[in-house]
């Protein structure tokens, strides 16, 4: 649909993106000149350059996708400004007291790995123990295992 002929919607809505990409490509620190952002791209600079007119013109949905790839972007951030701007794993709040207890756990397993071959049934009563909530007072032997 020629620019001109679109709706309030469709007008405010390519406004919205021309204004994520200005604010990505052509500002800050890596700015981009609208040349290179076309050469990245793989686009005329014709083509590149009506997006950043009044009124803007629209990427299509190929190019949308090229976009959010390039710059590794979620696509719901660049079409409806939702979201976190760029791809990844959602940050995830960390409870500390469950990771060392996990990282503990981990080095435990992997001592009575190793030991389970060289004492076989102290590694049993100590199982036992770990099971019970019980943990041994004294130490088991003077060696520690291979690191």
Same mark, same amino acid.
């Given at each position: 649909?020629?620019?001109?002929?679109?709706?309030? &919607?469709?007008?405010?809505?390519?406004?919205?993106?021309?204004?994520?990409?200005?604010?990505?490509?052509?500002?800050?620190?890596?700015?981009? +000149?609208?040349?290179?952002?076309?050469?990245?791209?793989?686009?005329?600079?014709?083509?590149?350059?009506?997006?950043?007119?009044n009124p803007p013109a629209m990427p299509d949905v190929a190019t949308l996708h090229k976009i959010a790839r390039l710059a590794n972007w979620n696509l719901n951030y660049l079409l409806l400004g939702e979201g976190e701007p760029l791809?990844?794993?959602?940050?995830?709040?960390?409870?500390?007291?469950?990771?060392?207890?996990?990282?503990?756990?981990?080095?435990?397993?992997?001592?009575?790995?190793?030991?389970?071959?060289?004492?076989?049934?102290? &590694?049993?009563?100590?199982?036992?123990?770990?099971?019970?909530?019980?943990?041994? +007072?004294?130490?088991?032997?003077?060696?520690?295992?291979?690191?």
């Amino acid at each position: 649909m020629p620019r001109e002929q679109r709706g309030p &919607v469709e007008r405010k809505l390519a406004k919205a993106i021309r204004e994520r990409l200005r604010e990505h490509y052509l500002k800050g620190p890596d700015a981009l +000149s609208q040349r290179e952002l076309a050469e990245r791209l793989q686009l005329t600079f014709q083509t590149v350059n009506a997006w950043f007119r009044n009124p803007p013109a629209m990427p299509d949905v190929a190019t949308l996708h090229k976009i959010a790839r390039l710059a590794n972007w979620n696509l719901n951030y660049l079409l409806l400004g939702e979201g976190e701007p760029l791809r990844g794993p959602v940050p995830v709040p960390i409870d500390e007291s469950a990771l060392l207890r996990r990282h503990a756990e981990a080095e435990i397993l992997r001592y009575l790995t190793w030991r389970r071959e060289r004492e076989p049934d102290a &590694v049993r009563q100590l199982e036992a123990d770990l099971k019970t909530g019980l943990l041994p +007072s004294g130490r088991w032997g003077d060696r520690s295992p291979p690191g």
